[in-house]
């Protein structure tokens, strides 16, 4: 099992940054962590994965040049920064982790983004 807890979501003007972060319980070499959010009445989307060890990396279109992730081995956390976000940026963001390629597994309970115009 795999604990993950999100923070740092909040309230932001267009424009504006946040940083996400989702602090895990633990991680192995072959962990991937990711981001996905929701809109409301909207399914959920993948948003940005990382793999602990090595470059991987990978962001959905709608994000790329404007999201960033990154970890901290310390900390066993992932950071999401959102730069120039936008309107349609708002929903509810979820960390997930997995062990291997294929679905996530384990899920953060979400933290409310919402960017205002």
């Known amino acids: 099992q795999v604990q993950l807890v999100e923070s740092g979501g909040r309230s932001v003007q267009a424009g504006g940054s946040l940083r996400l972060s989702c602090a895990a319980s633990?991680?192995?070499?072959?962990?991937?962590f990711g981001w996905f959010r929701q809109a409301p009445g909207k399914a959920r989307e993948f948003v940005a994965d990382i793999r602990w060890v090595g470059g991987y990396m990978n962001f959905a279109e709608s994000v790329k040049g404007r999201f960033t992730i990154s970890r901290d081995n310390a900390k066993n956390t992932v950071y999401l920064q959102m730069n120039s976000l936008k309107p349609e940026d708002t929903g509810v963001y979820y960390c997930?982790?997995?062990?291997?390629?294929?679905?996530?597994?384990?899920w953060g309970q979400g933290t409310q983004v919402t960017v205002s115009a």
């Open positions: 633990r991680r192995t070499l072959s962990s991937y």
């Open positions: 997930a982790a997995k062990e291997a390629p294929g679905a996530y597994v384990y």
